[in-house]
């Protein structure tokens, strides 16, 4: 169902920004799993975690979902009455292949938790009253000054116990640090069969539209956003997930 990733193996005359279009929805879960350290245990913990804090009658949302993995965890892990996520994406190539991947799920398993796509951009998108909010690996792709404005706009939609999980790769304030785990992260992408080239365009593809902040910065920003407690849950190298709590 999905390709191996080779869409930056040949020499590019010129690497354009990344784009979430059919190519890329094609190959992502390869994609992702080759370049992004702990990402299916991010996956399964983002069920177990969501296991504990969905309520019942509440809504669930998965915010950037891309293919829905996500939202798939959540199905399996999640059993509580009345609940439903769903799971909003403004690419169109990659929520057509979600509804896809949903459906296929439906057919294997019975009585999982209803889930729908719905195609938008989160910065515009109201938020009903949730109890559960996921950001995977999202507001890195979203423009550094609405991160604040989305953050508070799920603050706000959240209901008391509901938690915000936010997954992100990190950058680092000390150069020594942020070279090391730069470092070791390209290792890992080497040790999943990623030449340098395609290391180095994939870099140019990502680099003017993925704009990691530091820990530091997120835990600040979620503060102002009403997020008095928040922890990170998860790091390996340069990716991080929290979890911010609604009081
Ligand atoms: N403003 C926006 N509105 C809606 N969607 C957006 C917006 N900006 C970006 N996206 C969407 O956010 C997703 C980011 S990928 C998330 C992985 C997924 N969560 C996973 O659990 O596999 C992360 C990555 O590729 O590194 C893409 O599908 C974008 O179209
Ligand atoms: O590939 C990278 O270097 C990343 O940081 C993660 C990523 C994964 C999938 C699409 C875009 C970025």
Same mark, same amino acid.
């Given at each position: 169902m999905s390709d191996i990733d080779q869409l930056f193996s040949r020499p590019l005359a010129q690497v354009g920004?990344?784009?979430?279009?059919?190519?890329?929805?094609?190959?992502?879960?390869?994609?992702?799993?080759?370049?992004v350290p702990?990402?299916?245990?991010?996956?399964?913990?983002?069920?177990?975690?969501?296991?504990?804090?969905?309520q019942v009658n509440s809504l669930i949302y998965d915010l950037g979902c891309s293919l829905g993995a996500a939202t798939q965890s959540m199905r399996r892990h999640v059993q509580v009455e009345g609940c439903r996520v769903i799971a909003v994406d403004?690419?169109?190539?990659?929520?057509?292949?979600?509804?896809?991947?949903?459906?296929?799920q439906d057919a294997m398993v019975e009585s999982l938790l209803p889930a729908e796509t719905r195609q938008a951009d989160i910065l515009e998108l109201s938020l009903e009253p949730c109890s559960v909010v996921v $950001? =995977?690996?999202?507001? %890195?792709?979203?423009? &550094?000054?609405?991160? #604040?404005? +989305? $953050? =508070?706009?799920?603050? %706000?939609?959240?209901? &008391?116990?509901?938690? #915000?999980? +936010?997954?992100?790769?990190l950058q680092?304030?000390?150069?020594?640090?942020?070279?090391?785990?730069?470092?070791?992260?390209?290792a890992f992408k080497r040790a999943n069969g990623y030449s340098d080239l395609e290391i180095a365009q994939k870099r140019s593809a990502i680099e003017r539209i993925m704009l990691p902040d530091t820990l530091e910065c997120h835990q600040q920003r979620l503060v102002k956003a009403g997020f008095?407690?928040?922890?990170?849950?998860?790091?390996?190298?340069?990716?991080?997930?929290?979890?911010?709590?609604?009081?």
């Open positions: 920004d990344f784009v979430f279009d059919q190519d890329v929805a094609r190959v992502f879960p390869d994609m992702i799993k080759r370049s702990g990402y299916p245990t991010i996956i399964e913990s983002i069920g177990l975690i969501a296991g504990q804090y969905a403004n690419a169109a190539a990659m929520l057509e292949r979600c509804g896809e991947y949903l459906q296929a $950001l =995977n690996f999202t507001l %890195q792709f979203v423009p &550094p000054a609405e991160r #604040l404005a +989305l $953050l =508070n706009k799920i603050h %706000q939609a959240l209901l &008391p116990g509901g938690i #915000l999980i +936010l997954s992100e790769k680092f304030a000390d150069l020594a640090t942020q070279e090391n785990l730069e470092r070791l992260h390209y008095a407690h928040s922890h990170a849950w998860f790091q390996c190298l340069n990716f991080c997930s929290m979890i911010a709590y609604r009081d």
